[in-house]
């Protein structure tokens, strides 16, 4: 790994034969009956990085609120106090699919050690869901 999350990597395509790529990642879980208040098993976060966006699918058309809280080790288990997402939380609504980029006032570093967990603030017409955080490895 180099600096700033890339990765020298083999490329047949380059006349160097290598390359510098960004290391992306990403954290994905499939929540089945999603209800509001629900919470995901957590999530041991195995490297530093940064979270560059979110995206949700789901099974039908409807609406699901998703928020996102990180705690470290020491302070297991994350709880409400600990949310990252402020008030940009990963929103779908009537659709199937969202995504995004936008994080404004996200807390978009993760450290290695850190734990994460997905909390369903409010869920309608979805029978399963799946929440990514999509990651870029420092």
Known sequence: VGTDGY?????SGDSSGIAWEQALMEFEFDVVSPSGGLSTPPLRVPFDCAIIG???????????VFDVWKDTYANYPPTVADTITASAKPTLSAARTATSTTLTGWTTA????????????SASSITEVVIALHLRRA
């Open 54 to 64: 979110w995206t949700v699918l789901c099974d039908a058309s409807g609406s699901i």
């Open 7 to 11: 990765l020298l990597s083999a490329r």
């Open 110 to 121: 993760l450290s290695e050690g850190d734990w994460v967990v997905f909390k369903v603030d």
